[in-house]
């Protein structure tokens, strides 16, 4: 699509250029932003020019993605010792509901800070409490977890000016064995509820709904749950909704047995 208002997409060479507003943005894949009229902006930033490692171990075994990792790089990334997350990656690139062109050009920062409900990327994030490194326009950078950077559909803490760089995976959460459950109306229907999952070496169980509700909602127990537990978790989620894609009782509904399969396969 046209984006008929812009007077400027400019290609950045450092992060000196970036010079980013609330009308001049970052162009990640493109594939939202000329996807829908955007007449409130001006200029696009173009954040693939920078050449960013798409993805790297630190030394301290955990992973550091850059914000512009295409959905095709991330599930690239070899298994890696002490990486038994890594199914979960796959799991949730597959969730997005995807041509050809956006697997390959979607990145994982645009994909986050576009902040859908289905964003595919936001649950992965939630469940292994990933945390965004953030640009700052004062040339500094702060950092925020992935699951309250969300605060609801289309709405980030990002403000005007600042940038997503990079999104880090702490090694105790990579070590986790993980569970995943998505359910759309039809075979290749906009997800319905989206359940990302990790149950840590020290027992810890961790749970992210995206897909049926505004925000990501993580539940944790220090141990997998008794069903009473989660089923009480589950019915403590405020922000269920309703779209032509399901129907908020129906969502919380299907979450609640889909959340009791994972607990049942965490608990093995
Ligand atoms: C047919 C179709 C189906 C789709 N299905 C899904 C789906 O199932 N689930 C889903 O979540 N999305 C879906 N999308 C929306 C979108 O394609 C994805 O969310 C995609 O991951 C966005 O990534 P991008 O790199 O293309 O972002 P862009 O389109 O380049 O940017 C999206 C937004 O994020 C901002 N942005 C990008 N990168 C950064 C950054 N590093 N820091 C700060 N802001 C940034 C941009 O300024 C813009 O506001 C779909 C889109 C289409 C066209």
Same mark, same amino acid.
């Given at each position: 699509m046209d984006l008929p208002t812009l007077t400027e997409v400019r290609i950045p &060479?450092? &992060? *000196?250029?970036? *010079?980013?507003s609330d009308t001049v943005v970052p162009l990640a894949g493109g594939t939202w932003l000329f996807s829908?009229?955007?007449?409130? %902006?001006t200029g696009l930033v173009d954040l693939m020019a920078l050449g960013w490692t798409p993805w790297r171990r630190r030394t301290d075994g955990g992973l550091s993605l850059a914000a512009t990792c295409t959905v095709a790089q991330l599930v690239t990334i070899p298994s890696q010792p002490?990486? &038994?997350? %890594?199914?979960l990656f796959r799991h949730c690139a597959e969730s997005l509901l995807q041509s050809f062109k956006i697997w390959h050009s979607a990145t994982i920062g645009g994909n986050i800070a576009t902040a859908l409900a289905a964003g595919a990327l936001i649950g992965l994030g939630g469940a292994l409490d990933a945390e965004l490194v953030i640009w700052t326009p004062d040339g500094g950078e702060r950092r925020e977890r992935v699951a309250r950077f969300v605060l609801a559909q289309r709405t980030t803490s990002l403000l005007p000016g600042e940038v997503v760089r990079a999104i880090e995976f702490e090694p105790s959460a990579l070590a986790a064995t993980t569970a995943f459950r998505r359910i759309a109306l039809s075979p290749l229907g906009r997800a319905g509820t989206v359940l990302a999952a990790r149950r840590d070496l020290d027992g810890a169980f961790v749970l992210c709904v995206t897909g049926g509700t505004t925000r990501p909602e993580v539940i944790r127990f220090p141990d997998v749950p008794s069903p009473a537990e989660l089923a009480a978790a589950i019915d403590g989620i405020p922000t269920w909704f309703s779209d032509p894609h399901g129907a908020a009782d129906w969502r919380e509904g299907v979450s609640a047995l889909l959340a009791e399969e994972i607990r049942e396969e965490l608990a093995r």
């Open positions: &060479r450092s &992060r *000196a250029e970036l *010079a980013l829908e009229p955007q007449d409130h %902006l002490g990486w &038994r997350a %890594l199914p």
